[in-house]
C-alpha cells in the first residue's frame, strides 16, 4: 500500500468565484462526504466533501460567516455565501 503525505499547513480554501476564503492551520479532524439534497445543489454533484476544524485554527480571509460554532465539540462548521 503507498503511504500518503499529509499535506503543508497551512490550508487555504474557498469559493472559486473568491468570494470566500479561509485558512486552516491545523490538520482536520474530520472529512467526509454528504450526499444530503441541499449538499447535492450547492456542489452540483451527487455529493460534496467538507471538513471539520478546530476553530481556533480556522481564519476567514473573505466572505460572510454564518453561525456554525458547535458548542458541545467546540468544532467550526462554517457556511458560505448566506447573504
Known amino acids: ?5 499529509r ?6 480554501g ?5 468570494a470566500v476564503r479561509f485558512e486552516v492551520s491545523a490538520m482536520p479532524l474530520l472529512a467526509y462526504a454528504c ?6 445543489r450547492w456542489s452540483g454533484s451527487a455529493f460534496s466533501m467538507s471538513s471539520r476544524s478546530p476553530r481556533n485554527h480556522f481564519v476567514w480571509y473573505a466572505g460572510s460567516q454564518s453561525p ?16
Open 14 to 18: 474557498g469559493c472559486p468565484c473568491e
Open 35 to 40: 450526499h444530503c439534497t441541499e449538499c447535492q
Open 68 to 83: 456554525g460554532a458547535d458548542t458541545a465539540t467546540g468544532l467550526w462548521l462554517p457556511a458560505y455565501h448566506t447573504n
Open 7 to 12: 499535506p503543508a499547513l497551512p490550508l487555504t
Open 1 to 5: 500500500m503507498m503511504e500518503m503525505k
